[in-house]
Each structure stands twice: as C-alpha cells, then as structure tokens.
C-alpha cells in the first residue's frame, strides 16, 4: 500500500547499472522506497565503472521507473571531459524532469555533478515541489582539497557563495556524517535544523568474515603467508595515496609486508608511475573488482586502509569504511582526527587513526598491527559488530521514509 500518490523523484547521475559510489546506496535506497511512493529516477548512462555499457532508456526495474537521459559519457578522469560532462548530464536531467515533476512532488537530488542541484532547486520553485538534496561531497571544499583550485581563488569565492545559497534553498539536507553536519550548518547559519544526518551502510548479510586460509586472490596472488595492507576502492584527487607510497618505501626491507591496491581513478596513473619508478616489490595494485567479487576481495587482506586528503573532514565520508567493518577487517585510517572516519573508528574500537602526512606513524602502526594479531582480529570483529548493530541498510532506509513523510508540504 502507497502511503500517498505523491512522486519521489531521485535526480543523479550515478544509478543502477553504474557500481560507483554512491551508485548502489542510491539504488537500494530508491527501490526500499518503492513499496510506499511512486518512485521515478532521472540519471545518465554510466560514466565511471560502467562506461561503455548502454543501458535502457526507459525501464521499470524493482518497482522503480528510470529515465536515462542522453548527455556525454567522456572520461571522468580528465577534468575538461569530466566538466563536460557535468554539464551536459545535468541539463539533460533538468529538461527531462521539467517536463514531469508536479505540484506536492518530492525531489531527492544528489550533489553531484555539482550543477546538478542547482538546476534541481530551480525545477522545484517552477513546479512547487518540494526538494531533498543529498550531499556527497561539499563543495568548493573538495575542489580545494583535490588541488584543482586555492582557497582564495575566484572560483573557490563564487562556490562558497553559491553554496549557501543552495543550501538554504533547499528544504532539507542529507549529510553522511557529523563532521559534515559540522560544516553545512556553518554555511546555513540559524537553519541547522534543516540538516539531517543518515550515515551510508555496510552490506553485512552478504560481505563477512572470511577464513584467510581460504582466500581465493590471496592464494591467486601467491600472498597467503604474507601481512597484508589492503587499499580497495576509488584512487580520487582526494585520497591520500602518496603517504601509503612513501610508507611502502619505507618498509620495502620487510619482505613479510604486502601492499595490495585494488581500484581506479584520477591517481591510478600517477600510482603506477611510482610503482615503477621505485622498484617496490612489495606493492600490488589490480583493476576494480565487481560486486560479487567484493566479499572475497575485502576478506584479502590483515589490515585495510582508507586514506585522505588532509583538510578532508566535513567534506566527504568514505562510505567503504562500512563494507571493511563489514568483512570484519581493522581499519588504519588516514585522515583528521576530527572527521567521521575517525570518529567511527575511535568511538567503536575498529582500528586506528593515523592524520595525514605522518607516513613514519603510518608504518608504525603496521608494524605494530603485524606484532599483535590478536587485537587485530579483535578490533576487526568491534568493527563488524558495530556494522551490525548501526549501520544496516534498514536503519537508512527508515531515516529516509521519516524525512520524506515530515517533509512540511
């Protein structure tokens, strides 16, 4: 039974049958929602991932209706075709959706491509319907600390305007953490209320711990007597890969140490590049694996790695942090002490913390993970726990039924 004949509507241009982050959350999300709304998807064809797969322009998929609309499907990972892109995918969503979104309509729009939300604010005020935006990534913050522009610069200065000015524009606004909440609030002074935090999740009842000595790639890999370091997941302008190099460097004489990078993204070029360039025998690095190859590919490893950018906190939150804690694997994050990476790591006892450029510290603290097995596998099983206990699917999903049905009509 539908609740009411009101429409969601889910603007972005990530969606099924796009893997990348926040690709799948997404997907679940709208297909949990389906039993009570009508539940209508506006995206592109795949872009990350999945590009190069053309999917239907028109299907019904879970009790959802997807449109994907027509737009350029460039390499993201050169920024003039990433730019493009933007552009082109969020016109072609905002025309599209003009043309159906109805008075008393709720749009839940995503953050990125980030003239996307803009565009969705616009359609709301046209059509009187009332608009949800979802933040993954803040911005002018995440350009500054990806390099792409200064803090001072005149871009920096138009995006911290502008943002505050969609903030406010909007109805409500999902964040993904309490540094983030932080930070959104700063730009909408006196309308903090208006923010709602609802954290991603981890797929525990399909990723979970995993006998080592069973390990499909490891034993591939010829690593099953090794210690080791895993990085999984997006290789971005934000990620702090260069502290886990110059750590790799540094415990090169310590043959029973293995690092394995298994991803993709802006920096995987760069990554390859030093792999080459300094001869490290003791690093792996593999192309992304798919979904299904996640529960043994996550269970590869004694320590898992999520690294950042410093300056990062507030900005973005590693939603893979969850699908780790999941596998039941310690984490070493890298990252402010203040941000929700941190936080989760502290407050469930899952690993440890380690802020960015300290890669002696980074060492350190795998030697010392190498030496004490025991509260490896301990804060391993504080993390799975804890995935259990408050970061499930159901959990979000009924946090976003509550924030659509209290929408103020």
């Given at each position: 039974m539908r609740k009411n004949v009101t429409k969601v509507w889910i603007l972005s241009e990530l969606y099924f049958p796009e893997q990348t982050v926040p690709s799948p959350f997404l997907t679940r999300i709208a297909e949990g929602l389906a039993p009570?709304?009508?539940?209508?998807?506006?995206?592109?064809?795949?872009?990350y991932a999945a590009r190069g797969i053309r999917a239907a322009k028109r299907e019904e998929r879970h009790g959802v209706y997807i449109r994907r609309v027509t737009s350029t499907t460039l390499d993201k990972d050169v920024i003039i075709y990433r730019i493009i892109n933007f552009v082109?995918?969020?016109?072609s969503?905002?025309?599209?959706?003009?043309?159906?979104?109805?008075?008393g309509d709720i749009v839940l729009v995503m953050s990125n491509p980030p003239l996307l939300p803009f565009l969705a604010v616009v359609l709301c005020r046209l059509r009187g319907a009332k608009s949800i935006l979802m933040i993954q990534d803040v911005?002018?913050?995440?350009?500054?600390c990806a390099g792409i522009t200064g803090p001072d610069s005149i871009l920096a200065r138009f995006g911290y305007w502008a943002t505050r000015k969609l903030y406010r524009s909007c109805d409500s606004l999902v964040v993904l953490g309490r540094d983030m909440a932080n930070l959104a609030a700063q730009k909408i002074e006196g309308l903090s209320g208006k923010i709602k935090i609802i954290t991603n999740w981890g797929d525990w009842d399909y990723i979970s711990p995993r006998d080592r000595d069973e390990n499909s790639l490891l034993q591939q890999l010829q690593l099953a007597d090794h210690f080791v370091v895993q990085y999984s997941g997006n290789m971005g302008r934000t990620h702090g890969l260069e502290d886990l190099i110059q750590a790799a460097r540094k415990l090169v004489s310590s043959p029973e140490i293995h690092f394995l990078f298994i991803g993709s993204?802006?920096?995987?070029?760069?990554?390859?590049?030093?792999?080459?360039?300094?001869?490290?025998?003791?690093?792996?690095?593999?192309?992304?694996?798919?979904?299904?190859?996640?529960?043994d590919s996550l269970n590869a490893c004694d320590l898992a790695v999520v690294a950042l950018s410093p300056g990062m906190s507030g900005v973005s939150v590693p939603s893979r942090m969850y699908n780790i804690m999941a596998a039941g694997k310690p984490i070493l994050g890298v990252a402010d002490v203040d941000s929700e990476l941190s936080l989760v790591i502290a407050e469930d006892d899952s690993g440890w913390v380690v802020p960015p450029g300290q890669p002696d510290n980074i060492v350190a603290t795998i030697l010392y993970a190498l030496s004490h097995p025991g509260e490896c596998r301990m804060k391993g099983l504080n993390g799975r726990q804890a995935v259990e206990r408050k970061y499930s699917f159901e959990q979000a999903l009924a946090a976003y039924e509550?924030?659509?049905e209290e929408?103020?009509?």
């Amino acid at each position: 039974m539908r609740k009411n004949v009101t429409k969601v509507w889910i603007l972005s241009e990530l969606y099924f049958p796009e893997q990348t982050v926040p690709s799948p959350f997404l997907t679940r999300i709208a297909e949990g929602l389906a039993p009570h709304w009508r539940v209508q998807v506006v995206c592109s064809q795949p872009t990350y991932a999945a590009r190069g797969i053309r999917a239907a322009k028109r299907e019904e998929r879970h009790g959802v209706y997807i449109r994907r609309v027509t737009s350029t499907t460039l390499d993201k990972d050169v920024i003039i075709y990433r730019i493009i892109n933007f552009v082109t995918i969020s016109l072609s969503i905002f025309f599209v959706s003009l043309r159906h979104v109805r008075r008393g309509d709720i749009v839940l729009v995503m953050s990125n491509p980030p003239l996307l939300p803009f565009l969705a604010v616009v359609l709301c005020r046209l059509r009187g319907a009332k608009s949800i935006l979802m933040i993954q990534d803040v911005y002018p913050e995440i350009l500054i600390c990806a390099g792409i522009t200064g803090p001072d610069s005149i871009l920096a200065r138009f995006g911290y305007w502008a943002t505050r000015k969609l903030y406010r524009s909007c109805d409500s606004l999902v964040v993904l953490g309490r540094d983030m909440a932080n930070l959104a609030a700063q730009k909408i002074e006196g309308l903090s209320g208006k923010i709602k935090i609802i954290t991603n999740w981890g797929d525990w009842d399909y990723i979970s711990p995993r006998d080592r000595d069973e390990n499909s790639l490891l034993q591939q890999l010829q690593l099953a007597d090794h210690f080791v370091v895993q990085y999984s997941g997006n290789m971005g302008r934000t990620h702090g890969l260069e502290d886990l190099i110059q750590a790799a460097r540094k415990l090169v004489s310590s043959p029973e140490i293995h690092f394995l990078f298994i991803g993709s993204g802006a920096k995987r070029r760069w990554l390859e590049k030093k792999i080459r360039e300094s001869e490290l025998k003791n690093l792996t690095i593999l192309p992304p694996r798919s979904r299904q190859d996640l529960p043994d590919s996550l269970n590869a490893c004694d320590l898992a790695v999520v690294a950042l950018s410093p300056g990062m906190s507030g900005v973005s939150v590693p939603s893979r942090m969850y699908n780790i804690m999941a596998a039941g694997k310690p984490i070493l994050g890298v990252a402010d002490v203040d941000s929700e990476l941190s936080l989760v790591i502290a407050e469930d006892d899952s690993g440890w913390v380690v802020p960015p450029g300290q890669p002696d510290n980074i060492v350190a603290t795998i030697l010392y993970a190498l030496s004490h097995p025991g509260e490896c596998r301990m804060k391993g099983l504080n993390g799975r726990q804890a995935v259990e206990r408050k970061y499930s699917f159901e959990q979000a999903l009924a946090a976003y039924e509550q924030l659509i049905e209290e929408l103020p009509q």
